[in-house]
Each structure stands twice: as C-alpha cells, then as structure tokens.
Antibody, heavy 119, light 110 residues
Framework: QVQLVESGGGLVKPGGSLRLSCVAS????????MNWIRQVPGKGLEWVSY????????NYADSVKGRFTISRDNAKNSLYLAMNSLRAEDTAVYYC????????????WGLGTMVTVSS | QSVLTQPPSASGTPGQRVTISCSGS????????VNWYQQFPETAPKLLID???QRPSGVPDRFSGSKSGTSASLAISGLQSEDEADYYC???????????FGGGTKLTVL
C-alpha cells in the first residue's frame, strides 16, 4: 500500500548533526515533490523544506536555512534531511509528506520520527 | 506565531454544525488554494479538504471547505464523536516560497 516511513530520529546534543531518511513505497516516488514538515509535541505544524520530483529545486523555511539540507535518491525511493548545528528549538516530530507539484496538497504522509536536541 | 490564524478551539454537540475559520493574507490564501488536515492524537495528519473545497476519496461529505478573499472556512455538519481531533489549514505563500500553516483548532464534541 501507499506508504512513507521515516527513520533516523533520536537524541542529539545542541550543535550536533543528524540525518533523517524517508522511504516510499506503493506509489511512483519520482513523480512526486517531497517535503519535510515538523511538529513540536502539543504544538502546530511547521513546513521545513521541499524538493522537486527530479531534485533540481529545493527551498527551506527561514528557521532552518543554512543548517538543513534536503536531498532525494529516486533510484532508492528515498528522501533525506541532513540537519546540522541543531538547536533545542529543532526538537520536534519530523514528517515526510508527498505532493504532486509544489502548490498541491500533501496527500501522503509518513508516521514521523522524533528528534530531540538536548544536552 | 503561525502565519495563518485559526481559533485555538471549537466545540459542538453531536448532530450540530460547526465551522472553523482560517485567516491569511494576499500572499497566501489570497492567491493560492487552501487545504485542510485532520490530526488525531499521536498520529500523522491526514488530508481532509484539497483545493479549497475538494474532498479526497473516503472523506465524508459532512466535511466541506470554502474560501473568500484572504479567509477560508472548514464546516463540519452532523457532528460525530469521532470528529474530535485537531484541524489545520495550510496554503502556499508566494512571498516565502513555501508552505504556511494555521496554528490548529482543537475540536471537542460535547
């Protein structure tokens, strides 16, 4: 069935790095734009980054620009988020989500992976 | 502080009709479509309304969406206990070149 599964979350110290992965199945991954969206437990949703279907175009929220890098490997049906210089305020559940083009709704969501930044 | 503004809470009794508002600006709701997501505790959000007023397959017709100018609304008619969840609006923002969300509305069925 259509599925996105994230992994790579965990506990990391402030200033540290982490790499999240998201593996897709059940749909043509290379046809979709992919996004990372995060949610502080008990709080609202915040869009983090998107990457175009080919990987040619990316953009980031100002809160993570220059620290996070989104990438994808269509041959492996995989999406990644490299997170550097992590801060306490980056603590959240990170979801990967798919949409057909930039402005389309996110119609496929992963289950999420928790990232905790704490000393 | 979310770019889109939603009431933090809403409530209604079974069978009632409730609406949740979402207010934005010319760079987001004013020039792009609005989507609504439903989220139950400890689960991922799910697309509820697409492109202002389109229901994805499987979404009951009790849920409807509308947009006017820089505001949008989600209406739930014939409220049921299983509708108790958090609801988020979202829109593309041309100025930010990214997505913006509302802060979410917690719906309680009394």
């Amino acid at each position: 069935q259509v599925q996105l599964v994230e992994s790579g979350g965990g506990l990391v110290k402030p200033g540290g790095s982490l790499r999240l992965s998201c593996v897709a199945s059940g749909f043509i991954f290379s046809d979709y734009y992919m996004n990372w969206i995060r949610q502080v437990p008990g709080k609202g949703l915040e869009w983090v980054s998107y990457i175009s279907s080919s990987g040619s175009f990316t953009n980031y929220a100002d809160s993570v620009k220059g620290r996070f890098t989104i990438s994808r490997d269509n041959a492996k049906n995989s999406l990644y988020l490299a997170m550097n210089s992590l801060r306490a305020e980056d603590t959240a559940v990170y979801y990967c989500a798919a949409n057909r083009v930039t402005h389309d709704a996110f119609d496929i969501w992963g289950l999420g992976t928790m990232v905790t930044v704490s000393s | 502080q979310s770019v889109l503004t939603q009431p933090p809470s809403a409530s209604g009794t079974p069978g009632q009709r409730v609406t949740i508002s979402c207010s934005g600006s010319s760079s987001n709701i004013g020039s792009n479509t609005v989507n609504w997501y439903q989220q139950f505790p400890e689960t991922a959000p799910k697309l509820l309304i697409d492109s202002n007023n389109q229901r994805p397959s499987g979404v009951p017709d009790r849920f409807s969406g509308s947009k006017s100018g820089t505001s949008a609304s989600l209406a739930i008619s014939g409220l049921q206990s299983e509708d108790e969840a958090d609801y988020y609006c979202a829109a593309w923002d041309d100025s930010l070149n990214g997505w913006v969300f509302g802060g979410g509305t917690k719906l309680t069925v009394l």
